[in-house]
């Protein structure tokens, strides 16, 4: 089976920094698109960044500039650096990854089990 972990959320005020962390583990065979993904409170999941194997990049329009993301394909980890917090940027955060593990012919979609980021005012 595959776990992904979420780390590095939490409680910072606006203009602050945090870095959020993701690991894969288990079965690996091969990760393909990674991504953090966001919902906040009475709203819908929305795709925050994603990056591919080989380091394309996407963001909403919300976050360029402000937040990065990146991969460490030896460590099966993603990040997103996030900059410039607003409150609106205030949601449980996600993160997602296209994974083929080693007894599957395909990938599937893993999913965290999500991590707070609280931007005070």
């Known amino acids: 089976q595959v776990q992904l972990v979420e780390s590095g959320g939490g409680l910072v005020q606006a203009g602050g920094s945090l870095r959020l962390s993701c690991a894969a583990s288990?079965?690996?065979?091969?990760?393909?698109?990674m991504g953090w993904y966001r919902q906040a409170p009475g709203k819908q999941r929305e795709l925050v960044a994603a990056?591919?194997?080989?380091?394309?990049?996407n963001y909403a329009d919300s976050v360029k500039v402000r937040f990065t993301i990146s991969r460490d394909n030896a460590k099966n980890t993603v990040y997103l650096q996030m900059n410039s917090l607003k409150p609106e940027d205030t949601a449980v955060y996600y993160c997602?990854?296209?994974?083929?593990?080693?007894?599957?012919?395909?990938?599937?979609?893993?999913w965290g089990q999500g991590t707070q980021v609280t931007v005070s005012s």
């Open positions: 997602n990854a296209q994974i083929q593990t080693r007894n599957s012919g395909r990938s599937y979609s893993y």
């Open positions: 288990g079965s690996i065979f091969s990760i393909y698109a």
């Open positions: 990056i591919s194997r080989g380091g394309s990049t």
